[in-house]
């Protein structure tokens, strides 16, 4: 096999658009590894089986990728919300059996487009409250919680014949920067790390995860001055020969800065994560026919300088091969006809032999819609709310989750007032004025965290009837004065309608 075709055979590109320009086919089919999708290449489901039928129409194997986390992280669900609850949600229902259920069903709304291999799922014990990246992606803040979720998620998502990938090791819970614009460091010991951070991936391989994806995050007990990525110690001493795992080791994207301020240049990166140990390289989201070619010709260079062993290229395009081989799909997947079901929409029950996948909850067979409302915790009383303001405070998006439509405002019912504000830009006295004696309910992401909010909530709790609905990761801040708080552990779509429900405010 010739230098070109290897290295290709290690890549995971990107294109924009609905429809794969003629140079990503043609790559797929000169052995490019695959292609990872993002909301920008999904409209519909016609339109999405037709891409990736085009795609495996070049090569039957090819590998199509996507991070579909459900939660606050859709691509599916990019334009009105996911219709499930995320991790945060699925691990405050406390059943790994739930999750399983959730995983399998996003599984097959994922094989019935076309797609068959999923960046996910996050399986970080996120213990930093103001953790900026993870935080409701997460399953919780106990090691073994999440051991158990991730299990159940690896399960749920292989059984539906979608290649699922345990990300970000070793562990990206504890950390206070984005690894999309910074070098994250975790100061932690090696027997912290076995204690806290590692267990869920010792999980993940338990179940048979096809692959590991790896963080960003710099170590220095264990990576020295290098993120995991450019690790051997992390991904050959740690990973493969002390943890045992045989899949395949997968980057997060190169173009983030965590990796490409390191490596002087998003495709710098790839020699150095390859011959750190990882077997297929996620390139990022802006990646066009020269960065493909630019990293092609950088690794050849590298193989031939020394900087890596042809083994070593040859052991990664083996590896990334073995998961095409795993994922690709039966003959009557889609090949550009109609796809056998929808994206799912949250009147959409499982109707399928996996009669397990549908939850009856007071007569509403929805399974999203069921575990956002299991996960729902309250504290104090819930006034009655009939009529009442529903002020959703805006939050920032991260990177990862991207400009997807969340919280409570679309389920609403007309008889309830609603303002989308800044906390930052707003008085207490404004929304009191506003409120006009009605009770004012306060949705929001980490309000903890959110600039002016903990202000304006605690103000408004002196003069008003108020009820606090956190849709982020919750801290310990609890506002004085107010009525009740309620914690979604997420603002999917799927959280933001049961939110509604529980307060009687749903249209």
Known sequence: MNLRRLVLGTLLA?????????????????GLAGHVLFGFNVVDVDQLAALTATLRFARPDVLIGIDEEGGDVTRLGHRDGSPYPGNGA?????????????????????????????????????????????????FGDDPARVAAHSAAAVAGLQAAGVAACAKH????????????????????????????????????????????????IRVPELTGDVPATFSHAALVTLLREEMGFTGA?????????????IAGGTAK?????????????????DVDHALVEEIVADVIAAVHDGRLPLSRLEDAAARAAELAAWAALPADCPTGTAPPASVPSEDRAADDAAASTEIETDGVANLGLAAARRAIAIEGEVPPLAGA??????????????????????HVAATAGTMRLAASATSAADVHAAADGRP?????????????????????????????????WPSAWRPAGVAAFLTTYGASRANGRAAAEALGLAA
Not at 251 to 261: H, I, S, V, Y
Not at 269 to 285: F, P, R, S, W
Not at 391 to 405: D, K, N
Not at 453 to 468: G, H, I
């Open 440 to 472: 004012i309910v306060i949705a929001g992401r980490n309000l903890h965290r959110l600039a002016g909010a903990a202000e304006l909530v605690e103000a408004l709790a002196t003069t008003d009837r108020v009820v606090v609905v956190e849709m982020g």
């Open 14 to 30: 990107a294109f924009d658009g609905p429809t794969p320009p003629e140079w990503a086919v043609d790559l797929v089919a000169e």
């Open 90 to 138: 699925l691990g405050a229902t406390g059943d790994p059996g739930l999750t399983e259920r959730i995983y399998r069903s996003i599984g097959r709304d994922l094989a019935a487009v076309g797609i068959n291999f999923n960046l996910a799922p996050s399986v970080d014990v996120n213990t930093v409250s103001d953790n900026p990246i993870i935080g409701t992606r997460s």
């Open 269 to 285: 990166g790839a020699a150095l994560a390859l011959a750190a140990g990882a077997d297929l390289l996620c390139i990022g989201a």
């Open 169 to 216: 090791f070793p562990g990206h819970g504890a950390t206070v920067a984005d690894s999309h614009l910074e070098l994250p460091i975790v100061e932690a010991p090696l027997d912290v790390l076995r204690a806290r951070d590692l267990p869920p991936f010792d999980a993940a391989i338990k179940a048979g995860t096809k692959s590991i994806m790896t963080a960003h």
């Open 389 to 410: 303001l529903v002020v959703q405070l805006e939050s920032p998006s991260t990177i990862a989750e991207g400009r997807v439509p969340w919280g409570m405002y679309p």
């Open 249 to 261: 080791i997968v980057t997060d994207a190169l173009e983030m800065q965590g990796a490409a301020r």
